[in-house]
């Protein structure tokens, strides 16, 4: 028979590893009702061992939530190869892969929980937004976007976020649909934007352009043509408009 010996752990490793208990933790429950106590004993250590790693739980709540963030982040890096269409509808397969993971953990990276008002939390909230918006311009190829293209990818990152935020409240809507519903509102955004400015139209031809016609974009117009009675949609009117006149 032999006893296992326990291994002394160096610093960063033994802060690596309270981070890596604090998020697991944080996943099931809010930051705020997870103790000191708690997150000492799953790691095996003492309350007093605890704070001579991190002054205080606010600095562990922040070095965990550093690590969500990055990890959040990552998960809108995509390969720019094939449709827009399909990478977004994987960028959003992996988004809400994390919130699934971590429903409680995510709220509070995104809502403050414990550290609302922190300037380092705010400060993390902000590299996770403009981490998205980076990768999804990297999709659409432009490194200097016009002021209506980055107000439509800026508004998106924004509706993803807040979507996924209500969904965990109760999780009513089957996950597979939101995230093509998302999908589907970027190239909303982006038409209707498009209706009103003449570069914003050349962007979405661009996009669409590389687009198969029974890819996702395609979808989103087969649904669209469907809420149209028959009679209006071979006569070229939507709901509620008036034909044009003779």
Known sequence: MTTGVRRRMGVEERRQQLISVALELFSHRSPEDVSIDEIAAAAGISRPLVYHYFPGKQSLYEAALRRAADELAARFVEPREGPLGV??????????DFVDDHGP??????????????????AMIDEVRQAAYEQ????????????????????WVSLAESTALIWLDGREIPRAELELQ?????????????????EMAG???DILALEPADGLFGDLIVRLAALAPESESESGTVPGQRPPSP
């Open 87 to 96: 990478r977004l509808l994987r960028v959003m397969g992996r988004f809400f």
């Open 105 to 122: 953990g995510f709220s509070a990276l995104m809502r403050g929980g414990p550290a609302v008002g922190s300037s380092t939390t705010n």
């Open 136 to 155: 999804i311009l990297t999709h659409l190829g432009i490194t200097d976007p016009p002021a209506r293209l980055a107000m439509v990818v800026r508004s």
């Open 182 to 198: 998302l999908v589907h509102d970027f190239a909303a955004l982006a038409a209707v934007s498009a209706a009103y400015d003449t």
């Open 203 to 205: 962007i979405l031809l």
